[in-house]
T-cell receptor, first 117, second 111 residues
Framework: DGGITQSPKYLFRKEGQNVTLSCEQN?????MYWYRQDPGQGLRLIYY???????QKGDIAEGYSVSREKKESFPLTVTSAQKNPTAFYLC????????????????FGAGSRLTVL | RKEVEQDPGPFNVPEGATVAFNCTYS??????FFWYRQDCRKEPKLLMS???SGNEDGRFTAQLNRASQYISLLIRDSKLSDSATYLC????????????FGAGTRLFVKA
């Protein structure tokens, strides 16, 4: 069964610690994304990557870092520079292509819920 | 003003009711449109794509009005299991490809 796997599902962090959230997909999708969701708000894009070894900042990249060493993997590190990291983090992936081809439709992982103590 | 706007609700409807959600988008370069469903504390899942000609999937009907820049979702014969948040999603190409999410409309279907 193809899909996206995020881990851990729940994570607690002390202030000043860096944490890394894992995201792995076996859908053979080119593009991968990280979003953050806060209560009552829409999803906000943190980083995205369309090809291995390349990634771009989204709307709220400050305090986060990513890597894309393999097509299947796109881990997100929440650094101590992120002042309000408590949130629900969602990883997604998509094929790239034209709207007519059905590409660019996001498939999400189950999410990682990060709480800062 | 947000690029994709939705009425946050909540919409409280009885089982069997018909309910409609609207979503407006501000960027005329928007290319493709979707409705996602998100259950509480879960990930969003694609409900349906929205085509210019309108499309139907069982009890769900989606329509796109490019001239007025809005998208609608109609749910007929509401079920308790339809209770969720419905996200309007727009893809656009201007300034680089981007997917924009609305904040969602909450629906509660009651017995």
């Amino acid at each position: 069964d193809g899909g996206i796997t995020q881990s851990p599902k729940y994570l607690f962090r002390k202030e000043g610690q860096n944490v890394t959230l894992s995201c792995e997909q076996n859908l053979n999708h080119d593009a991968m994304y990280w979003y953050r969701q806060d209560p009552g708000q829409g999803l906000r894009l943190i980083y995205y990557s369309q090809i291995v070894n390349d990634f771009q900042k989204g709307d709220i990249a400050e305090g986060y870092s990513v890597s894309r060493e393999k097509k299947e993997s796109f881990p997100l590190t929440v650094t101590s520079a992120q002042k309000n990291p408590t949130a629900f983090y969602l990883c997604a992936s998509s094929m790239l292509g034209t709207a007519a081809s059905g590409a660019n439709v996001l498939t999400f992982g189950a999410g990682s819920r990060l709480t800062v103590l | 003003r947000k690029e994709v706007e939705q009425d946050p609700g909540p919409f409280n409807v009885p089982e069997g009711a018909t309910v409609a959600f609207n979503c407006t988008y501000s960027n005329s370069a928007s290319q493709s449109f979707f409705w996602y469903r998100q259950d509480c504390r879960k990930e969003p899942k694609l409900l349906m794509s929205v085509y210019s000609s309108g499309n139907e999937d069982g009890r769900f009907t989606a329509q796109l009005n490019r001239a007025s820049q809005y998208i609608s979702l109609l749910i007929r014969d509401s079920k308790l299991s339809d209770s969720a948040t419905y996200l309007c999603v727009v893809n656009r190409l201007t300034g680089g490809f981007k997917t924009i999410f609305g904040a969602g409309t909450r629906l509660f279907v009651k017995a």
